[in-house]
């Protein structure tokens, strides 16, 4: 492992806070093949092969409200044990019908989620062996508050932090 000079912004970057305001998920059972990094990549942490999902699968669009979703990291282990733990919090406004089916259908399913950042770049929550979880807590919210809606938490532990850099399968597979 070869480390480099880590200098800092140079005035050009986009460093703004938050997430995209669409975000993208799918079942770990309609993945046929998972994301990798490139062969002999310089770096392995960033996954430049996409999914490839099952027949008839695909990745899964999920809105959260502006200015209400981040990503943090924890620190998961003891030295010389580290890992981490991803943790995506957002907020779904309203309760549709079909937001109550994800919320009560997904409590005990394993998910892969990809989270778009405002500079481009996409974060993978989730890996072939460490699946990612949700979490959704509905609310009604006071009358003179934001109004209804569900707090959405999704979490996994990863030994690494991925980016995604490939095309997320939004139509489903042949």
């Known amino acids: 492992m070869a480390y480099k ?39 392995p942490y960033v996954h430049t092969q996409p999914f490839v999902m099952k027949t008839g699968k695909k990745f899964y669009q999920l809105y959260t409200t502006l200015d209400t979703s981040q990503l943090d990291y924890g620190e998961v282990g003891e030295f010389d044990g580290k890992s981490f733990k991803p943790e995506l919090k957002m907020f779904y406004p309203g309760l549709t019908e079909d937001w109550v089916q994800f919320i009560n259908d997904a409590k005990n399913d394993k998910f892969v989620f990809i989270v778009p950042l405002p500079d481009g770049k996409m974060i993978q929550i989730g890996t072939d062996k460490f699946f990612a979880y949700v979490m959704g807590l509905p609310k009604t919210g006071l009358v003179s508050g934001r109004g209804k809606g569900s707090e959405l938490t999704v979490m996994s532990y990863q030994p690494n932090i991925l980016i995604y850099a490939a095309a997320v399968p939004l139509t489903a597979a042949a």
């Open 5 to 43: 000079d880590l200098l800092g912004p140079d005035g050009t970057e986009n460093n703004m806070g938050g997430t995209a305001q669409i975000v993208y998920y799918a079942k770990v059972s309609e993945i046929q093949t998972y994301a990798a990094p490139a062969q002999n990549a310089t770096n």
